[in-house]
């Protein structure tokens, strides 16, 4: 019987940690009858040491051998130019490969025979495919470790607490998007003890965040605009009009808060500018300010730059926090793998990988480009 095998290759990204496998997800593989390579050093910057993978089944090669032998080549993100050029025609690569902001890329390899199959293309309203939503699971690692950096940021308690020296006050948390991300923050700044209070232009998030114990943010839409909410379970994009009566609404409660955790991202697009500058230097000396949307395309704040802590002229700090899952590489990374153990499970059938044109989970994987 012929075998699948795969390989999990080092990211050469700046700054990115992660791996596509970690052992566990080693150990699931070869169960399911896969042969598994992993490229020296690839857990390195996620704390799963070579000999880890060994132990679990794996076999550590160096990257000219992997890419050689795998028919599908496991990575996190997009490859870098050298990494592209060492794929062949016939191999498949799986990941976070982003075709939509990439498609000189994706369209370079499906002329060279590459079949690409990225697993942001996913359609989160299929129930079945949830195990292999690596944007859920990352975005999860995002919310909870905005809130921990949040508070590791701020110089006062989080909680209330009364001591001999007498009563601390809560933090006062506010929270703009209530997708997976804010949800998690939500709930990560509720259990670390403080107020926290959450926007959404989706009305459908008032019980979700209510339900974890956080005070829904009431605006009021200007006449005629309706609900925010999009197609999918996602928000729509604002019009201009929309964006500016929802920030001048949101400036006040901004100026009031001492955290703003901010995960307001669109897909390819600009994120919603969400707090002005005008808003921060209203907030007090101390207050901190993290958005999870800071990228090249911009952010959700307007004075955030990605991947860099700025302390304001008015005290205010001020976090361009666009890579966080990179930051907790070894959840991330042991989240994501089982997203990727889930869909060579589904992928895999009789020692083969399968791509039907019919299922619609691998369809949207494939951007409908299966041949």
């Known amino acids: 019987m012929p075998t699948v095998t795969v390989g999990a290759v080092r990211e050469r990204a700046p700054g990115e940690r992660r791996v596509a496998l970690v052992p566990e997800a080693v150990t699931l593989l070869i169960r399911a009858g896969l042969d598994v390579l992993v490229e020296t050093g690839a857990g390195s910057g996620a704390w799963f040491t070579d000999a880890g993978y060994t ?7 160096p990257s000219e051998e992997l890419y050689a032998r795998a028919d599908a080549v496991l990575c996190v993100g997009p490859p870098d130019p050298e990494t592209a050029e060492s794929l ?5 690569l799986i990941g976070l490969l982003e075709p939509l902001r990439h498609p000189a890329l994706a369209r370079e390899l499906a002329e060279r025979g590459v079949r ?14 949830q195990s292999m939503d690596a944007l859920t699971s990352q975005a999860n690692v995002a919310g909870y470790k905005a809130a921990v950096l949040a508070a590791d940021s701020y110089d006062r308690f989080f909680p209330m607490l009364t001591t001999a020296a007498g009563t601390m006050r809560p933090a006062q948390v506010l929270v703009l998007g209530a997708g997976v991300a804010g949800l998690q923050a939500i709930a990560t700044a509720r259990r ?4 926290v209070t959450a926007y959404d232009v989706r009305p459908a998030a008032r019980e979700e965040v209510e339900s974890l114990g ?6 009021q839409h200007p006449s005629g605009t309706g609900s925010g909410a999009g197609q999918g379970g996602y928000a729509r994009e604002l019009t201009e009009a929309e964006q500016q009566a929802q920030r001048a609404a949101l400036d006040a409660h901004v100026a009031r808060t001492d955290i703003v955790i901010t995960t307001a991202r669109v897909p390819v697009r600009k994120p919603p500018l969400l707090v002005t500058a005008e808003a921060v230097e209203a907030m007090k000396p101390g207050s901190v300010v993290v958005d999870l949307a ?3 395309l911009g952010g959700n704040v307007e004075v955030s730059e990605p991947d860099k802590t700025q302390v304001l002229a008015g005290g205010v700090t001020v976090i361009g926090a666009g890579r966080l899952p990179s930051a ?5 990374s042991t989240a994501y793998a089982r997203n990727l153990v889930a869909l060579l499970r ?26």
């Not at 132990?55 to 090669?61: F, N, P, Y």
């Not at 369809?363 to 041949?371: M, N, Q, R, V």
């Open 55 to 61: 132990d679990a089944g794996a076999t550590v090669v």
């Open 88 to 92: 062949r025609a016939g191999q498949s």
């Open 116 to 129: 690409t199959v990225s697993l942001d293309l996913l359609p989160r309203t299929l129930s079945r495919a």
């Open 192 to 195: 670390l003890g403080a107020v």
């Open 214 to 219: 956080a005070r829904f943010l009431d605006i």
């Open 294 to 296: 800071a990228s090249e």
């Open 328 to 332: 907790m590489a070894t959840a991330a």
């Open 346 to 371: 589904h992928l895999v059938h009789d020692g083969e990988l399968l791509f039907d044109p019919a299922d619609e989970i691998t369809a949207a994987l494939t951007g409908g480009a299966l041949s």
